[in-house]
């Protein structure tokens, strides 16, 4: 079985810095020869923001039909979920808010309707990732994001702990974090880390 | 000369537990002689910011949409009020999606250098946040107040005040919370005396 890897560019720039951060870890990933990648450029997605309906909380499924209905199984199939978002006014960009927020359907899954997210095999193992860039170089300029994130990572199953985060402030312009002194060997060796991580537990 | 106050709803859905909080709000203003205009996001016909930075050369947005007659409104008015629900720990997309398009504001201010707002403007000028969480959490607002924060900045506006109530699912909604809509109307009250205070000063 291959690893199953789910990438979300939620950047409505393609090939800034937040896409060149998640394409620098799927490029390591991609070295690796059981590996399956899925990278989806959020804002071809077609994915609309939650109408706060809260109709999942009965139907176990959202009202809404578009890009979701493609990725809904594949969020649950993914052994390692990716999350990239640039940092826009302090928070993450509307296009990856709008993909958290339509995580509504998977948190009425978990807390309200009480079923599993994803089968009782694989559940515990999954690895999340989140990237983001920030034009600011303030140390606090990712706060406003974390919170949402861990939603978006609790309610399909990856615990806290299994969160990982490589976030790269100071870089603005498009292609500035090609200069960046680290941030392209931190990707990779996040990369190999998360790499070597899942596997054993896909064995275990 | 009554304070302008512009109310933006950024909910997906009508008359819930934050556009009531902001009707609250609104109404308290407009019994202190406001003269007061409600937005509802989600009829504006807008997109989210592209991420272009085509207005840090000229300090234009090059999406022509309803959200730029909206900022226009928003640069003329005394006060705002910035009203989303929390989801997923944060404002709504619909409400993040504005505020990222103000990004031609701030290349005015911090690029080109064309537009500052002086202490005295941003004195006069008033930023409330209204907000209602499902969750009891005391932190559920906390990812909000950044992207809030920055928002008035980059207009303009002082950060005046929250509009904020919690546990919505436990009080059945905000009508069954004991003291926000009261808090709200009184606060709308006090922001307009307030402004009209210092317009004489």
């Given at each position: 079985?291959?690893?199953?890897?789910?990438?979300?560019?939620?950047?409505?720039?393609?090939?800034?810095?937040?896409?060149?951060?998640?394409?620098?870890?799927?490029?390591?990933?991609?070295?690796?020869?059981?590996?399956?990648?899925?990278?989806v450029?959020l804002v071809d997605a077609n994915v609309n923001p939650c109408k706060?309906?809260?109709?999942?909380?009965?139907?176990?499924k959202c009202i809404q039909r578009d890009g979701m209905d493609v990725l809904h199984?594949?969020?649950?199939?993914?052994?390692?979920?990716?999350?990239?978002?640039?940092?826009?006014?302090?928070?993450?960009?509307?296009q990856?808010?709008a993909l958290?927020d339509r995580?509504q359907v998977?948190?009425?899954?978990?807390?309200?309707?009480?079923?599993?997210?994803?089968?009782?095999?694989?559940?515990?193992?999954?690895?999340?990732?989140?990237?983001?860039?920030?034009?600011?170089?303030?140390?606090?300029?990712?706060?406003?994001?974390?919170?949402?994130?861990?939603?978006?990572?609790?309610?399909?199953?990856?615990?806290?702990?299994?969160?990982?985060?490589?976030?790269?402030?100071?870089?603005?312009?498009?292609?500035?974090?090609?200069?960046?002194?680290?941030?392209?060997?931190?990707?990779?060796?996040?990369?190999?880390?998360?790499?070597?991580?899942?596997?054993?537990?896909?064995?275990? | 000369?009554?304070?302008?106050?512009?109310?933006?709803?950024?909910?997906p859905?009508?008359?819930?537990?934050?556009?009531?909080?902001?009707?609250?709000?609104?109404?308290?203003?407009?019994?202190?002689?406001?003269?007061?205009?409600?937005?509802?996001?989600?009829?504006?016909?807008?997109?989210?910011?592209?991420?272009?930075?085509?207005?840090?050369?000229?300090?234009?947005?090059?999406?022509?949409?309803?959200?730029?007659?909206?900022?226009?409104?928003?640069?003329?008015?005394?006060?705002?009020?910035?009203?989303?629900?929390?989801?997923?720990?944060?404002?709504?997309a619909?409400?993040?999606?504005?505020?990222?398009?103000?990004?031609?504001?701030?290349?005015?201010?911090?690029?080109?250098?064309?537009?500052?707002?002086?202490?005295?403007?941003?004195?006069?000028?008033?930023?409330?946040?209204?907000?209602?969480?499902?969750?009891?959490?005391?932190?559920?607002?906390?990812?909000?107040?950044?992207?809030?924060?920055?928002?008035?900045?980059?207009?303009?506006?002082?950060?005046?005040?929250?509009?904020?109530?919690?546990?919505?699912?436990?009080?059945?909604?905000?009508?069954?919370?004991?003291?926000?809509?009261?808090?709200?109307?009184?606060?709308?009250?006090?922001?307009?005396?307030?402004?009209?205070?210092?317009?004489?000063?």
């Amino acid at each position: 079985m291959p690893i199953k890897v789910l990438a979300f560019s939620g950047s409505p720039r393609r090939h800034g810095n937040s896409e060149t951060l998640l394409d620098w870890i799927l490029d390591t990933l991609r070295t690796e020869g059981d590996v399956e990648i899925d990278k989806v450029i959020l804002v071809d997605a077609n994915v609309n923001p939650c109408k706060g309906c809260n109709a999942c909380e009965v139907l176990n499924k959202c009202i809404q039909r578009d890009g979701m209905d493609v990725l809904h199984d594949k969020i649950i199939d993914a052994d390692v979920i990716i999350l990239s978002s640039p940092i826009f006014c302090m928070g993450i960009c509307s296009q990856a808010k709008a993909l958290i927020d339509r995580f509504q359907v998977f948190r009425s899954r978990k807390y309200v309707l009480k079923l599993p997210v994803v089968p009782p095999e694989r559940k515990g193992k999954r690895i999340g990732i989140f990237l983001s860039t920030a034009g600011q170089n303030w140390d606090h300029v990712f706060f406003g994001a974390i919170p949402s994130v861990k939603c978006f990572f609790h309610v399909i199953d990856v615990k806290d702990s299994d969160i990982r985060y490589l976030m790269v402030n100071g870089v603005d312009e498009k292609g500035a974090i090609a200069k960046h002194p680290s941030a392209q060997r931190d990707a990779e060796q996040l990369a190999r880390e998360v790499i070597s991580d899942i596997r054993a537990r896909l064995a275990g | 000369m009554s304070a302008r106050v512009i109310g933006i709803s950024g909910s997906p859905h009508r008359h819930g537990n934050t556009e009531t909080l902001l009707d609250a709000f609104l109404d308290g203003a407009e019994h202190a002689g406001g003269s007061v205009e409600k937005v509802i996001l989600k009829d504006l016909v807008y997109t989210p910011c592209r991420g272009c930075n085509a207005c840090h050369k000229d300090g234009e947005c090059i999406v022509n949409d309803e959200a730029l007659p909206l900022f226009d409104r928003i640069l003329l008015a005394d006060c705002i009020a910035v009203a989303s629900p929390i989801y997923s720990m944060g404002i709504t997309a619909e409400m993040k999606g504005l505020i990222d398009r103000a990004q031609f504001i701030w290349a005015r201010k911090f690029i080109l250098k064309t537009l500052y707002f002086t202490d005295d403007h941003i004195r006069r000028h008033k930023g409330l946040f209204i907000s209602t969480a499902g969750l009891s959490w005391d932190n559920v607002f906390d990812a909000a107040f950044p992207a809030v924060t920055a928002f008035f900045n980059t207009m303009g506006f002082e950060y005046y005040d929250n509009i904020i109530a919690n546990d919505m699912d436990r009080w059945k909604g905000i009508r069954g919370h004991p003291t926000a809509l009261s808090a709200a109307h009184a606060k709308g009250q006090e922001v307009v005396e307030v402004i009209a205070r210092l317009d004489l000063a």
